[in-house]
């Protein structure tokens, strides 16, 4: 599930390897469709002035999203300056119920001009029946900005539909860096040695690891997270791919060997504080609070989790909480990070429309955006030095640096089984099912 970035942010990584390794590339921004220029818009406090060529002044662009106070309030500073030069007004929505909400008004002939859609599958829905058209463009400067993988999100039956708005990102670790010294553990460099610091834990008599998947009528979704980083860790992302593409079975042996991984970890009573009954029961956003006090010692939960500690909680390298890079199978595999992220739809081509696409496409959008904090672009023409937390930036270098990346396969499967049978089944086998049954019954589920 694609919790997304809209939780906030706080969220204090790491620098590792994965940073270490972010690609610095820099690069002109195309053009703005329509003979309006992007320009600069690099902080919601720069003076601006009209181009001397405003063509489109006088337009309106009308943008729907899941995103409301107070960040709605953000994007509005951050585009502000656009406005300014290009004389195109951009009205912004967002709604609490966003995918049923879109859906009715495009039933309904009331589409907007432009929404941020959080899930690929339904952009390619609306892409087939026509609701959508085709931003093709944009496709050569989204694949030098952000890089192949966003180019294939956003490509349905050949047809380039969308760039990035923003990203998330879910390979991480919560841990406390003050209990790691203290004990003279190590952040470990691959599974093995994540599972060689759990015994060790063990052996000292602690429980190395916290688990919780409870949320509500979502309860579930934080184990296919655990899955789903398995699946791009041992068996890559070509298989990954073909899962969740149901070009494989949902249980195919390469799946279980995955699933069977994350059960050496989560289904372990002697590495689950609280035992592994209590897992469904713990709600997600409770799930990482025994590391403060030593009751636990790592937690695998997404990037947004910052914002779920107590206030006051420090965060960061030397503080009392900081978070890891999920490991790789083994040391000089390429370095695969989940996450998720909205796509930029359009749903008429009006020159207007496709320049406020265009700009939310490119590096001044991004660093406008970053500018104000708590925002990630997998563009790696923005500055993340733009970012005011250096833990931010950290964060942000660690998105454009992934080797891989692949959006959360749950919100790429049809609902009822991303958000249906694999939830409810993954509980099922945490609490004792068979990896056989388990996977069984979600293969049993994918619609015909």
Not at 333 to 357: Q, R, S, W, Y
Request: aromatic share 10%; net charge negative.
């Amino acid at each position: 599930m694609a919790i997304r970035r809209r939780w906030g942010i706080a969220a204090s990584v790491a620098l590792s390897a994965l940073a270490a390794g972010a690609a610095t590339a820099s690069a002109t921004t195309p053009p703005t469709s329509g003979g309006a220029t992007a320009g600069t818009a690099a902080a919601s406090t720069q003076e601006c002035t009209p181009n001397a060529d405003q063509p489109l002044k006088g337009k309106s662009v009308n943008i729907f999203s899941s995103i409301r106070a107070p960040e709605d309030e953000l994007l509005a500073k951050a585009w502000s300056c656009f406005e300014t030069q290009t004389g195109i007004t951009i009205q912004h929505e967002g709604s609490g119920s966003f995918e049923a909400d879109l859906k009715v008004r495009v039933e309904g002939g009331n589409a907007p001009d432009l929404a941020f859609i959080p899930q690929p599958g339904l952009v390619a829905t609306m892409a087939k029946t026509g609701k959508l058209v085709a931003l093709d463009s944009l496709k050569d400067s989204t694949l030098a900005a952000d890089g192949q993988d966003w180019v294939d999100l956003g490509t349905v039956d050949g047809k380039f539909y969308g760039p990035p708005f923003g990203a998330n990102t879910k390979s991480w670790v919560w841990y406390s860096p003050a209990k790691f010294k203290e004990k003279g553990y190590e952040v470990p460099q691959t599974w093995d040695d994540m599972i060689k610091l759990s015994d060790k834990i063990v052996a000292d008599g602690g429980k190395p690891w916290c688990v919780a998947a409870g949320s509500g009528d979502a309860t579930g979704w934080p184990l296919t997270d655990w899955l789903e980083d398995a699946v791009l860790r041992f068996e890559g992302k070509d298989v990954y791919d073909q899962w969740v593409k149901h070009e494989i079975p949902f249980n195919d042996p390469k799946i279980a060997d995955a699933l069977d991984k994350v059960g050496a970890i989560v289904k372990n009573d002697s590495y689950v504080y609280n035992g592994v009954q209590s897992i469904p029961s713990t709600t997600f956003q409770d799930g990482g609070l025994p590391i403060l006090d030593g009751s636990c010692y790592m937690y695998r939960m997404a990037s947004f989790y910052g914002n779920q500690w107590p206030e006051g909680t420090t965060k960061g390298p030397d503080a009392q909480v900081n978070a890891f890079y999920l490991p790789e199978a083994k040391a000089g595999d390429p370095k695969p990070m989940l996450g998720g992220g909205e796509i930029i739809g359009a749903f008429n081509d009006k020159p207007e429309t496709v320049a406020v696409a265009t700009f939310l496409a490119s590096k001044d959008w991004g660093n406008a955006r970053m500018a104000l904090g708590n925002y990630f672009t997998p563009n790696k023409q923005t500055d993340a030095t733009l970012l005011k937390d250096p833990l931010e930036q950290t964060f942000q270098k660690a998105l454009t640096g992934a080797d891989i990346f692949r959006f959360d396969g749950s919100d790429l499967m049809p609902s009822a089984v991303g958000a249906g049978t694999e939830w409810k089944e993954l509980v099922n086998w945490v609490l004792g099912e068979s990896t056989k049954d388990a996977l069984d019954k979600i293969e049993a589920s994918w619609p015909k």
